[in-house]
């Protein structure tokens, strides 16, 4: 297992959209046990493999209060999305100490295949739903600020900026 780099906003290629898994074999059950590791690290309750530079279609998750149920979801697809919109406080690993409302379907119904290449369906609603929808939308290339004003994105991306040059060695 290894930590692995989590991608700051506004990188360029945290806009690339992921491809889906062809196969789920050792090589992807060695990425999605450094996507634990980095998640746990980071005290994040999802990560997407967009984030660490993975442009394959994974997803990890664990929104447990004991942070031991962690769920891998590899090819994961919206099957059935309520009509009825929620809005909730979203915060990013890749964007650290960053927060905003965002709404989304309250509840969803989600396939996805598990680390062993078998096909699963469930239910979510609540922090499990919004983490899904919220890791989902990094495959396809999008960060929760994209949902914000163009007035608020960019001061976020000035912030961002500015807090990279602070922090890059000399
Ligand atoms: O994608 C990510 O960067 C992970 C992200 C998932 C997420 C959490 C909450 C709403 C939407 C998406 C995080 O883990 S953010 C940081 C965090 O640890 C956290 C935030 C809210 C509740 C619990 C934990
Ligand atoms: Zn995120």
């Known amino acids: 297992m290894a930590l692995r780099e989590i991608l700051q906003y506004p990188d360029p290629r945290l806009q690339k959209v992921a491809r889906p898994v062809a196969v789920v074999d050792d090589r992807v059950r060695a990425i999605v046990s450094d996507m634990f590791e980095t998640m746990y690290a980071a005290k994040g309750v999802g990560l997407a493999a967009t984030q660490v530079d993975v442009h394959e279609r994974i997803i990890v998750v664990d929104t447990s209060e004991l942070r031991d149920q962690p769920m ?37 119904r989600v396939r996805a295949l598990d680390a062993r290449g078998e096909s699963f369906e ?11 929808q919220h890791e989902m939308d990094h495959l396809e290339g999008k960060v929760f600020v994209d949902y914000l004003s163009a007035l608020k994105r960019n001061r976020i991306k000035a912030r961002m900026r500015k807090r990279q040059r602070e922090t890059e060695p000399a």
């Open 72 to 108: 891998v979801l590899i090819n994961p697809e919206i099957l059935e999305r309520d009509d009825q919109g929620k809005e909730w406080e979203e915060g990013c690993l890749s964007l650290p100490g960053i927060y905003d409302k965002v709404t989304r379907p309250d509840r969803v």
């Open 122 to 132: 469930f239910d979510a609603d609540g922090l499990l739903s919004v983490c899904v």
